[in-house]
C-alpha cells in the first residue's frame, strides 16, 4: 500500500484546495442530492491514502466560531481527496450532535479541514505521558477495549488545556474516566496535524499557527 500523506509533506497551496474541496462536496451534495465526483484538477499528492477531519463552525466573528458538525479518518482508509470529500458530507450532515446543514446555513459557516499523521504510541508509564506531546501539534487517541477517542490538536488550544487535562479529556472523549490515562492498560497515541480554514464563510484560507495560537491565548489569560 501506498504509504500515507504526511501533514508536513503539503504545500499551502494543497492545503487550501482541501479545504475547498470540503466546501464544493457540501455545496454540490445540496444543490444535487448527489456526490461530488472526485475532481480531475487535484494536486497527485491528494490521490494518496490519507487521514483528514472536516470541521464545521458557525461564524460569529473572527474570535468566535460555534461547532457545527465534525467527521473524520484517524486511519488512511481512502485517499486524501475521498476522504475530505466524503467526511465533509458527514460532518455537514451525519454528525449526530446536531441537525443535516441546510442551504441557509452556507453563508454563515466556515470549514476547516485537519490532516492527520501516522498514530505514534505514546509510553505505558502514565508519568511519562505528559511530556510526551507538545499543545498545539499533536491530536491524542485514548484505546481500551470497545473504547476509543479522539481529539484533534486545535482542542486543547481554543479551551487552554495543560498537557495532564489533554490526556484527561480525551479519556473522557472515549467514555472513560478522566483517570484512565493514569492505567499503564490503556493505550494513548499521539499524531501531528496540520489544519487549514476559511478565515471568513467562503473566504480566504490560512493555516493556522497552532502552538502559536496557544502562546497567544495563554498569555492573554494570565494577564487577565
Known amino acids: 500500500m501506498t504509504e500515507q500523506v504526511r501533514p508536513e509533506e503539503l504545500s499551502p497551496e494543497e492545503g487550501e484546495y482541501l479545504v475547498r474541496l470540503a466546501r464544493r462536496s457540501v455545496e454540490h451534495y445540496l444543490r444535487t442530492g448527489e456526490k461530488l465526483p472526485l475532481p480531475g484538477d487535484a494536486p497527485s499528492r491528494l490521490g494518496k491514502p490519507g487521514a483528514a477531519f472536516v470541521t464545521i463552525t458557525t461564524y460569529h466573528?473572527?474570535?468566535?466560531?460555534?461547532?457545527?458538525?465534525?467527521?473524520?479518518?484517524?486511519?488512511?482508509?481512502?485517499?486524501?481527496?475521498?476522504?475530505?470529500?466524503?467526511?465533509?458530507?458527514?460532518?455537514?450532515?451525519?454528525?449526530?450532535?446536531?441537525?443535516?446543514?441546510?442551504?441557509?446555513?452556507?453563508?454563515?459557516?466556515?470549514?476547516?479541514?485537519?490532516?492527520?499523521?501516522?498514530?505514534?504510541?505514546?509510553?505505558?508509564?502514565?508519568?511519562?505521558?505528559?511530556?510526551?506531546?507538545?499543545?498545539?501539534?499533536?491530536?491524542?487517541?485514548?484505546?481500551?477495549?470497545?473504547?476509543?477517542?479522539?481529539?484533534?490538536?486545535?482542542?486543547?488550544?481554543?479551551?487552554?488545556?495543560?498537557?495532564?487535562?489533554?490526556?484527561?479529556?480525551?479519556?473522557?472523549?472515549?467514555?472513560?474516566?478522566?483517570?484512565?490515562?493514569?492505567?499503564?492498560e490503556t493505550e494513548f497515541y499521539r499524531f501531528s496535524g496540520r489544519v487549514w480554514r476559511e478565515k471568513t464563510p467562503r473566504g480566504e484560507v490560512e493555516e493556522r499557527d497552532l502552538e502559536e495560537e496557544y502562546r497567544r491565548l495563554l498569555s492573554r489569560y494570565l494577564r487577565g
Open 61 to 184: 466573528g473572527p474570535e468566535y466560531r460555534e461547532l457545527r458538525g465534525c467527521i473524520g479518518y484517524v486511519e488512511p482508509v481512502k485517499s486524501l481527496l475521498e476522504a475530505v470529500r466524503d467526511v465533509a458530507l458527514e460532518a455537514a450532515f451525519n454528525d449526530p450532535r446536531f441537525p443535516p446543514l441546510n442551504p441557509d446555513e452556507l453563508p454563515r459557516v466556515t470549514f476547516e479541514v485537519s490532516v492527520l499523521g501516522p498514530l505514534e504510541p505514546l509510553p505505558r508509564r502514565p508519568e511519562e505521558r505528559p511530556g510526551s506531546f507538545r499543545i498545539g501539534r499533536h491530536g491524542l487517541v485514548a484505546r481500551r477495549g470497545v473504547f476509543q477517542g479522539l481529539l484533534l490538536p486545535e482542542v486543547p488550544v481554543e479551551y487552554l488545556w495543560d498537557p495532564e487535562t489533554f490526556l484527561a479529556e480525551t479519556c473522557v472523549k472515549a467514555g472513560m474516566a478522566p483517570s484512565c490515562w493514569l492505567d499503564p
